[in-house]
């Protein structure tokens, strides 16, 4: 059965039986009553319409059972409901309360076509090549600079500068994210003047290009290979160079 | 400055400089043969070689200064490497420069650039260059250098011809070097800072050097030069101001953008003179020999590998040597007791045969393990495999706050503390250089064996003995991982030292190279341990030895009807004398505080003896149990011990022998390492602190058990 062939209503008493049958074998009219805060008539009513159609098993008037193919449409509706409240936690941030709250509101209201592209969005900022560069956390520094600069009137085009400029200095890649073999040119190095020092006398400076070559075996530190020579770095003074990978085009 | 004169001949100083693995050492070799000594510099514990040679009519004395990769003060090599040149204004400087790293090289000549001086430049392992396909016209390079460049290939001894007439020209002929410019922001600010500075009170250094170093912040000069202007405030806030105004306008300090520039000069150069330029993009063989030997999987077992090499050749090889050693002094000894002339003077024999002969031997026999373990290092190093051991070992050595480097001394410490101190020459940082000092006399050094050796089998039933060995070795890593750990956050604490550092190439080294590396610092074993310990053997022994017993209670036994051969009676009569000594005394006043850890008088007073060198321990307690030497006295003597102690004491006496005390030379050693007397009095007492300690509580505790 595809999920929108019955009303909302109904999707409602599925998924409300399905949280009844947690932990017993059938559930009550009663407590269906008692949870959807309807009369009991209101339930038996539904539930004779959804026993018509084969999603529960309803006989004794006073309980009813899922059946199989209930069971299965409650599974895929309860996927949507959970990815629009992932959708609004993981990638908006709101509270779980909230979330929860809302989730159920935007089902009902919103249509189906709206769903699958929130849940298949969802899926792309998971699964994508932009997993890697941290969307939802972006955005939620991105959400605390609004939280503080709006209100005291900032526009939006101050703000988006501001937050580029926290971008570029925490996300950009460094030696550390370079794997055995690769290349890349040395953009900045945030450093302490001890060890910056050290790394410009050894002729570590922006715009020279280094070759990750290895990792040592106890998985600390690195070797690269500047030029015709070789340092070891360890990862914590690695992670302070940042780098531009280049790839096969540069040369 | 000038003519320098000796023996009436003019002498030319030389400095020699370079970056690490450049082959200044090869250099320095081919040019002085074996006409060198070592030293320290004045204050650190900074080697300092120095050599001679004659050429034409004039002799030339080089001083090798620390490998540096930079002038601006910010390790200890360099600071001295500057001041060097600075102070004693050397006639000729030399620069040793890798000719496969060309750009990175000259940084360093640039800043000597800067400083006044016009090294000569030895474009070293010009072999390895040609090889990469790199072709460099020396006469651009001279040109516009204003000096003399020779290629060598040191490290198969060619080139020191040139190179000694290209000194000899340069000493002659002195042209100032090129000026090096900076950006126009830097200049600007250069500029404005000389305009504070007094040009007169900042001799030997160059004005303009000086306001370009206050600008990076150099520590050194700030110093110095604050000391010797007017208005120091008004300086202070000149260069700070100068600093953020570089800041501002460019986004970097002042210090990153002058090494930037350094490097473009010396790039540029490079360029210019360069007809064909070298690959890099080859893998060479060195890079191949890497690929196995640091490889992720199975880099550890090769590492594990070498280090138990150089172990086993150390120990079983140089075992034969040292047997043969033990058998001279012994016989040595026996032949001078028994020509000894008459029966007076028997003190002065005492002196020679029980103090000098068995406590400088002592120590002497060790020399044949010394020169081994430290050719096999040498080896080591020359190769460029001591960088990769540093390289696979810095993640656990970080995590008890030391450097990669930390490890190798640690490994020669399982032979002997006196090498391992002087390997901690290699570590740039001084705290890490003393940290390690300080808790290596922790791991099992080869002195303790015979300990072991007596003790383990005397208390423990043969399933157990190899596990009690064991524990002891890792009761001593253990300690010394939490010791450094310790001192690290406590007496040592400071920022870890970046550990950013050179992987050389792996180069084939000569025999000769590695001896010399070798003999450089055996020698220095041979004479400060040999020195020190015959003067505090000739203490020993007189406190040993006196005051002398008179009467007798086994003569007294023997009129009363005892029957004891003449071996025993003499063996008694000595037992006697030794509780009679200073020594025993001392033994017997301490055993009030020692009894804690369950030890009675004769075990203190054994311990007093330890402190020369822990082997002693063993033969202090053979004569306290009157032993005559005749008898097989390890068998004897473990029935001995067995019937008088329990197998709880034979593992705390252990323990105090593993922690307390360091032996004499490992404290002669500590002494010059570190410069004085304060780290070396820690050590000692902390050590001997620790080790009461923690015998104690093992003591207490363990005898209150029910087994």
């Known amino acids: 059965m595809k999920i929108g062939t019955i009303s909302e209503s109904l999707e409602d008493y599925l998924l409300i039986i399905q949280q009844l049958l947690q932990g017993q074998k059938q559930a009550r009219v009663k407590e269906i009553a008692d949870l959807k805060g309807v009369k009991m008539s209101s339930v038996s009513a539904a539930l004779k319409r959804l026993s018509k159609l084969g999603l529960v098993s309803y ?38 309360e909230c979330a929860q709250h809302d989730a159920h509101g935007i089902e009902h209201h919103v249509s189906l076509e709206t769903l699958d592209r929130l849940a298949a969005f969802l899926g792309f900022i998971e699964n994508s090549p932009f997993a890697r560069q941290d969307v939802p956390g972006q955005f939620a520094q991105y959400y605390s600079q609004c939280l503080v600069n709006v209100p005291n009137g900032v526009s939006a085009e101050e703000i988006t500068e501001k937050f580029r400029q ?3 200095e925490r996300s950009e890649e460094s030696l550390l994210d370079l794997q055995p073999g690769e290349k890349a040119v040395i953009r900045k190095i945030l450093a302490t003047s001890a060890i910056r020092q050290r790394l410009v006398d050894m002729g570590i400076l922006p715009n020279v290009i280094v070759l990750m070559e290895r990792v040592a075996p106890l998985g600390d530190p690195l070797e690269v290979k500047i030029k015709g020579f070789h340092i070891s770095l360890r990862k914590d003074e690695a992670a302070r160079i940042l780098v531009r990978r280049l790839g096969p085009q540069d040369n | 400055m000038g003519n320098r004169k000796h023996n009436g001949q003019e002498t030319i100083v030389v400095a020699l400089a370079g970056n690490p693995n450049a082959g200044k050492t090869s250099i320095f070799n081919v040019l002085t043969g074996t006409h060198q000594h070592v030293g320290n510099y004045p204050g650190v514990t900074v080697e300092k070689k120095e050599g001679d040679y004659h050429y ?38 030399v620069d040793v420069l890798d000719s496969t790293n060309l750009d990175r090289n000259l940084y360093l000549a640039v800043q000597m650039m800067e400083i006044g001086f016009n090294p000569v430049l030895a474009l070293n392992f010009s072999d390895e260059a040609r090889f990469i396909g790199q072709v460099i016209d020396k006469s651009i390079l001279e040109a516009r250098l204003r000096t003399i460049c020779v290629e060598t290939i ?72 604050l000391d010797r202007v007017s208005s120091p405030e008004e300086l202070t806030r000149q260069i700070e101001q100068s600093i953020q105004s570089i800041e501002t306008l460019t986004g970097d300090p002042p210090s990153i953008l002058l090494g930037d520039q350094r490097h473009g000069f010396a790039s540029g150069l490079v360029r210019e003179a360069t007809l064909s330029p070298p690959r890099y993009d080859r893998v060479s063989v060195s890079d191949r020999v890497d690929a196995v030997l640091t490889h992720r999987v199975i880099g550890l077992p090769f590492f594990l590998f070498f280090m138990y090499l150089l172990f086993w050749l150390t120990f079983t090889i140089g075992s034969f040597p040292m047997f043969w050693l033990e058998k001279m002094f012994q016989g040595l000894g026996h032949l001078i007791a028994d020509a000894w002339p008459d029966a007076s003077g028997l003190w002065a024999r005492s002196l020679i045969v029980d103090g000098i002969i068995n406590g400088v031997g002592g120590v002497l026999i060790f020399v ?49 503390t006196v090498p391992a101190i002087m390997a901690t020459r290699t570590l740039d940082n001084v705290r890490d250089r003393v940290t390690t000092i300080m808790v290596l006399p922790l791991i099992s050094c080869g002195a303790r064996l015979p300990i072991y ?3 383990i089998p005397a208390f423990f039933a043969p399933r157990y003995q190899p596990l009690m060995l064991w524990c002891m070795y890792l009761i001593g890593i253990g300690l010394a991982a939490l010791a450094a750990k310790l001192l690290r956050l406590t007496l040592l604490k400071g920022e870890n030292t970046p550990f950013v550092m050179e992987l050389p190439p792996y180069r084939m080294p000569t025999f000769r190279s590695i001896t010399i590396h070798m003999w450089n610092r055996a020698w220095l074993y041979v004479r400060k341990a040999g020195t020190i310990i015959l003067a505090v053997s000739i203490v020993i022994w007189f406190f040993n030895s006196y005051p002398k017993k008179k009467v007798f209670e086994v003569d007294q036994q023997v009129r009363n009807g005892v029957s004891l051969t003449d071996p025993q009676i003499d063996a008694a009569r000595r037992a006697e004398n030794l509780r009679f000594s200073i020594s025993g005394r001392t033994g017997l006043a301490l055993a009030h505080v020692t009894r804690l850890m369950g030890f009675d008088w004769k075990i203190t007073t054994s311990f007093i003896g330890a402190f020369l060198a822990k082997e002693v321990f063993v033969a202090q307690l053979s004569i306290i149990y009157s032993l005559d030497k005749v008898s097989d006295s390890n068998v004897t003597i473990r029935q001995l011990l067995q019937r008088q102690y329990s197998p709880l004491i034979g593992f705390c006496i252990m323990l105090f022998a593993l922690i307390a005390t360091p032996c004499m030379a490992t404290c002669a050693c500590t002494r010059q390492e570190t410069g004085g007397w304060k780290w070396t009095l820690l050590q000692f007492g902390g050590l001997t602190f620790l080790g009461f300690i923690l015998t104690t509580i093992v003591y207490q505790i363990g005898s209150r058990l029910p087994w």
């Open chain 2, 154 to 225: 040191a490290n198969r001894g060619r080139g020191g011809e040139d190179l000694k007439e290209a000194i000899y020209q340069a000493a002659s002929n002195r042209a100032a070097p090129p000026r090096i410019s900076f950006s126009e922001d830097i200049e600007r600010e250069i500029c404005l800072l000389q305009s504070h500075l007094d040009e007169a009170k900042l001799a030997p250094y160059p004005v303009r050097y000086v306001a370009t170093k206050l600008l990076e912040r150099d520590q050194e000069l700030a110093r110095f030069v």
């Open chain 1, 166 to 168: 926290i971008c570029l």
């Open chain 1, 59 to 96: 006989s004794a008037r006073e309980y009813v059972e899922m059946t199989p193919m209930g069971e299965r449409l409650v599974r895929r509706l309860m996927t949507r409901f959970e990815q629009v409240k992932r959708f609004l936690q993981k990638i908006l941030g709101v509270p779980d």
């Open chain 2, 56 to 93: 034409k009519d004039k002799i030339f004395r080089v001083v090798d200064l620390p490998g540096i990769y930079s002038l601006t003060a910010f390790s200890i090599e360099e600071v001295v490497a500057r001041q060097f040149l600075v102070e004693e204004m050397p006639d000729v400087v």
């Open chain 2, 453 to 455: 050796m007596l003790l």
């Open chain 2, 368 to 416: 044949p393990n010394i020169l081994i373990l430290f050719l096999g290092i040498a080896a080591l190093e020359d190769t460029g495999y001591m960088a990769r051991a540093a390289f696979i070992m810095d993640k656990v050595m970080h995590k008890i706050g030391l450097h990669g480097k930390s490890f190798i001394p640690m490994l020669i410490g399982f032979g002997c």
